[in-house]
């Protein structure tokens, strides 16, 4: 363990330790095994791991502002600690302390694990949480869905073009036949345009290389990222990352429309791939501690609203042995 912090007591400063081994990913099992006898010594550990894990999320918001990029967490908390000394714990955890009014202002940060939003997702015009799905109406006549974890946002208009920004998530637009305005869906460094059509986008942000991806269901669909341009007919998907554009893959319209319908399905997903999707619809964090397990392939429908169901089917399946902790975090091997 590290030295101790002055602000903290005892047990405060072991629960951020722990924390800080967690998201590491170099947790063995042994660890997990202490970990777990650590928590099961009292009330006091179990909240004070609970405790460090919502501090955690505001050390991590205001820690980007304030502390050197390579700043430890331990050390954010010390700080945020003595401001706790000076204002209520309830401002520090509100989001009412001067701490976190300056990262409102300077702090854009790209969570770990995704344990929170972004400021950019919390400043959304739309925003669902995890598990939410939302409906709603765009310039009067866009119909939007959103699925889980989605914040989109309103930009200015364009000469003939209502435009709004996928800032991260998934999210199904459809326009009325002959619109007199086209929409356009910014996401990333992409452009999707559409004069009268559906078709989805989804940018998983936070994730490796962050690709965006545009699958078109009806009408004729445009996406433009620099000098790259692509046009999409129903049944058709195309990708994009840092490297370009990928080239068009045929998709089936089923398959692909499944989550609103509350449905998530898995063909042959890794393992690895399909822990980041479920941890989409669930409260908490699967941590995958097995890389080898990682590349195993999952097949399966399973509930958005029914996500614990999928973890026994992964206990199941592969054999896996799950061990959770308080906060809904789940470390799978």
Known sequence: MRNAH?????????????LERLTSGEMTPEDVATLKRWLARSRQHEAAFLDAKRLWHTAGVAG??????????????????RRRKRTSRRAVLCGGGAVLTSACVYGMLDPPFR??????????????????????????DVTINLNTQTSLAVRPT?????RIELIAGEASFATPARAARSLVVLAADGRTIVQ??????????????SPVSVTCFEGAVRIERGPDVTD???????????SGLSEIAAVDPQVASEWQRGIVE????????????????????????????????????????????????????????????????????
């Open 232 to 242: 999409l007919q129903p049944g058709q998907r195309v990708r994009y990352d840092r």
């Open 115 to 140: 344990l929170w939003s972004s400021l950019s997702e919390l400043r959304a015009d739309y925003r669902t949480g995890t598990g939410e799905q939302r409906n709603v109406i765009f310039v009067g």
């Open 6 to 18: 002055p602000v903290l007591d005892p047990v405060e400063r072991e629960a951020v330790d722990w």
């Open 158 to 162: 364009e000469g003939a073009e209502d």
């Open 196 to 209: 009268s059509g559906r078709f989805d986008v989804r940018f998983t942000a936070g994730v490796a290389r």
């Open 64 to 81: 980007h502002a304030l502390f050197e990029p390579d700043a430890s967490f331990a050390g954010r908390l010390d700080v945020l600690g």
């Open 266 to 333: 898995f063909r042959g997903t890794p393992l690895g791939e399909a822990v980041d999707e479920i941890n989409r619809y669930r409260p908490g964090r699967i941590i995958l501690m097995n890389a080898t397990l990682g590349q195993k392939q999952l097949s399966g429908r399973f509930r958005i609203d029914q996500m614990n169901e999928a973890l026994l089917g992964l206990e199941r399946a592969f054999g896996a042995k799950l061990q959770r902790l308080p906060g809904g975090i789940v470390l799978l091997s």
